[in-house]
């Protein structure tokens, strides 16, 4: 089954632990890019990347990382995630060529 | 920039029909997205439309003017499942094609 999936789906932090939320694609997409979503201000983007090894800021990058290593990989970092960071993340893929966006199920992210 | 406006909220009723706009300002323009989201869960994708006019899909039709930069999705014979939040994005050319989204509308469908 062709999917996007988001690990883990449930986050409760601390603020300054660094952690990292995986998303993974199995259709060989080249796109991927992360969304945060809160409420009154939509889905805002907060990195994306192009291919393996190729990652760009979206509108919100501070206090994130990315990394692309691999195609099907796309994990997102807070090095040391801070209460603003509170949010639902989803990920995201596409392939070359074709304009519909995959989203992952999303991660509900809290800092305490 | 880009800039993507639609309402925050509008209520309907079951068997009625809606439109929800969405008016944009951004250079570049490629294509506009329509997303339905149930709350807490991803968005799903209804439309993209590229060229001005409408394209129908069932219940759901979308219209875009890139001349106005304005769009609608017309959603008819409403049930109580519509009840969802639907996002406007938009894609510029020369890039990644990621959508930009607006902020969305929140559709409450009463009996």
């Known amino acids: 089954e062709a999917q996007v999936t988001q690990n883990p789906r449930y986050l409760i932090t601390v603020t300054g632990k660094k952690l990292t939320v995986t998303c993974s694609q199995n259709?060989?997409?080249?796109?991927m890019s992360w969304y945060r979503q809160d409420p009154g201000l939509g889905l805002r983007q907060i990195y994306y990347?192009?291919?393996?090894?190729?990652?760009d800021k979206g509108d919100v990058p501070e206090g994130y990382k990315v990394s692309r290593k691999e195609k099907r990989n796309f994990p997102l970092i807070l090095e040391s995630p801070s209460p603003n960071q509170t949010s639902l993340y989803f990920c995201a893929s596409r392939g070359t060529g074709e304009y519909e966006q995959y989203f992952g199920p999303g991660t509900r992210l809290t800092v305490t | 920039g880009q800039n993507i406006d639609q309402p925050t909220e509008m209520t309907a009723t079951e068997g009625a029909i809606v439109q929800i706009n969405c008016t944009y300002q951004?250079?570049?323009?490629?294509?506009l997205f329509w997303y339905q989201q149930h709350a807490g869960e991803a968005p799903t994708f209804l439309s993209y439309n590229v060229l001005d006019g409408l394209e129908e899909k069932g219940r759901f039709s979308s219209f875009l003017s890139r001349s106005k930069g304005y769009s609608y999705l017309l959603l008819k014979e409403l049930q109580m499942k519509d009840s969802a939040s639907y996002l406007c994005a938009v894609t510029i050319s020369g890039g990644s094609y990621i959508p930009t989204f607006g902020r969305g509308t929140s559709l409450i469908v009463h009996p």
């Open positions: 951004t250079s570049g323009f490629n294509g």
């Open positions: 990347s192009m291919n393996v090894e190729v990652t």
């Open positions: 259709m060989n997409h080249e796109y």
